[in-house]
């Protein structure tokens, strides 16, 4: 298995693995709207291919977080495996990548709506233990938060998802 970024001939093939795996356009169409926006940062949008065939896909996007002051976060969706190469460990490399990456770069927080069960490994944790407000009516565990090299503890407020992420 190849992990590397996306690039423009893969859109065709991570949108089809979106609609498969979710059942719908939704996730696909929220792809195409952080490719087009400031939100996009195509280092930290990565496909998992085998054999030349993308069975992966997650993407991290800039999001806000706003308390005393506006800063950016992370946020990480969609993350998502073929139907029928699910449960072999792609969206674990995945997201391992994916975190590395964003550490890397220094980025401070990475945000997700997800299962804590995939999550807390990972050394996700529920939002609210860091002071950072989910804007869903979710349950608290399912909102998390994994701070990065760059985090301090100015990184406190609300999360605030740009008008693409209304979509889902």
């Known amino acids: ?13 991570i949108a ?7 059942g719908g356009q939704k996730e696909a169409q929220l792809v195409e ?10 280092e930290l949008s990565l496909v998992a291919e085998i054999e030349e065939n ?15 002051r506006q800063l950016p976060v992370l ?3 969609p993350m998502v495996v073929h139907p029928n190469m699910q449960k072999r460990g792609i969206g674990k490399v995945l997201l391992k990548t994916g975190l590395e990456l964003a550490d890397k770069r220094g980025e401070a927080l990475v945000v997700v709506l997800g299962y804590p ?23 608290e565990d399912v909102f998390m938060v994994k701070p990065l090299s760059g985090y301090d503890e100015q ?6 998802y740009p008008p ?3 979509i889902v």
Do not use: C
């Open 54 to 68: 993308i069975v992966g896909y997650i993407m991290f996007s800039y999001i806000d977080l706003v308390g005393v």
């Open 117 to 139: 069960k995939l999550f807390n490994p990972f050394g996700f944790q529920p939002s609210i233990n860091y002071q950072i407000n989910s804007p869903f009516d979710v349950p």
């Open 75 to 77: 946020s990480l969706a």
């Open 16 to 22: 089809k693995v979106n609609k498969l795996a979710f």
């Open 164 to 166: 693409a992420f209304h």
């Open 155 to 160: 990184y406190k407020g609300k999360v605030v």
């Open 33 to 42: 709207m952080i490719r087009t926006s400031n939100a996009y940062i195509n």
């Open 1 to 13: 298995m190849n992990i590397r970024q996306e690039n423009i001939q893969d859109y065709h093939s």
